[in-house]
């Protein structure tokens, strides 16, 4: 069974310096990963995905990964953070292994406060 | 475009009520799933659906639990009798259903439950 690990259930970062939020997976077969963000009272939105071919993702609101196989890892950075990336930022992986699986597994979250 | 819409956004209810949870997927899109978020277990996947058939219902927690999905642009998730520790935000997630687990999930807003 796959497995998703946040370190740090909170992250505080001064506006305008780098968001860096973590993310490691536990899986034999590398799985497609995602970073989902949740705004207040709102639905979870896709930030980015990894499925294949180049390992640094770029997604929106200036967000990019990089998939590490090695560490197992999917970290998720931004150089400067913005008062409006405050919300809660949930990594997701999914089993690559057959086709009729579209499952996600989720984290637990990172809640992102950023202090001006 | 809609997006996935649920009603009600918000349910109050007293416990041993039925509560019945709607949603509507994004038109052409064949999966549709069903997530319940808690502070103490963070996002679970209840059960999911691809062309209106149900695929996985092995994290629906209970009897007391059930979901159809009668036509491709309708589901429902009931709860009977309803309890205070289903309190939770229930959201509804459909994806375009052809590409496996590598596709984006697009999430409603979510239903707030709370059971009395």
């Known amino acids: 069974a796959q497995s998703v690990t946040q370190l740090g259930s909170h992250v505080s970062v001064s506006e305008g310096a780098l968001v860096l939020l973590r993310c490691n997976y536990s899986?034999?077969?590398?799985?497609?990963l995602f970073w989902y963000v949740q705004y207040p009272n709102q639905g979870l939105q896709l930030l980015l995905k990894y499925t294949t071919g180049a390992t640094l993702v770029k997604g929106i609101n200036g967000f990019e990964a990089e998939f590490k196989k090695s560490e197992t890892s999917f970290h998720l950075t931004k150089p400067s953070a913005h008062m409006s990336d405050a919300a809660e930022y949930f990594c997701a992986v999914s089993d690559r292994s057959g086709a009729g699986s579209y499952q996600l597994t989720f984290g637990k979250g990172t809640k992102l406060s950023v202090i001006p | 475009d809609a997006g996935v819409i649920q009603s009600p956004r918000h349910e109050v209810t007293e416990m041993g009520q039925e509560v019945t949870l709607r949603c509507k997927p994004i038109s052409g899109h064949n999966s549709l799933f069903w997530y319940r978020q808690t502070m103490m277990r963070g996002l679970e996947l209840l059960i999911y659906?691809?062309?209106?058939?149900?695929?996985?219902d092995s994290g629906m927690p209970e009897d007391r639990f059930s979901a159809k999905m009668p036509n491709a642009s309708f589901s429902t998730l009931k709860i009977q009798p309803s309890e205070p520790r289903d309190s939770a935000v229930y959201f509804c997630?459909?994806?375009?259903?052809?590409?496996?687990?590598?596709?984006?999930?697009?999430f409603g807003p979510g239903t707030r439950l709370l059971v009395l």
């Open positions: 659906f691809n062309n209106n058939v149900p695929i996985d």
């Open positions: 997630a459909s994806s375009p259903g052809f590409s496996g687990g590598q596709e984006t999930q697009y």
């Open positions: 899986s034999s077969v590398p799985p497609y």
